[in-house]
């Protein structure tokens, strides 16, 4: 268990009240609260502490930057996609802006290109018209030349780009 004042590991904690807070501390601890019943049933259950100190030790992990994720982006012709999709039902655009709850000026621009929707307004066309607006993109790797084995550097980019 981690001692909710100092942080430390501890084999045992013992419930305390603290200026009346009551957290579980460590024995070196101990020294800085009182013990008391009503301190043992405030931290019955999980404290915001411990909470927090696990949090911090979720976010401390090192993430590995290189593996590839999918991404996905906005088809090209998706003024087309959602014009067809909207005159395949028969739809005014006053029709879908109130479906998906937008302004009708929202969908005159979606469908003549003018702007790019967020993702939440894609998500909204796409399960209201049942078209698909997103497709996968393949993450690209900076292909390397052989450096014999090490990490490309700036000089290598430099060499590179002059030749």
Known sequence: M????????????TPILIEGTALRVCRDCMKFGDVSKTAKKEVATKSAIAERLEQRQRRMRSKDVYVEEETYELVADYPRLIRDARAARDWKQETLAAKLNERTSVINKLERGDIRPDDVLIKKVEKELGIVLR?????????????????????????????
């Open 2 to 13: 981690i001692c909710e004042l100092c942080g430390r590991e501890a084999d045992r904690t």
């Open 135 to 163: 497709e996968k993109v393949p993450v690209i790797k900076p292909e390397s030349k052989s450096t014999g084995g090490k990490e490309l550097t700036l000089g290598d980019l430099m060499k590179m780009k002059k030749g």
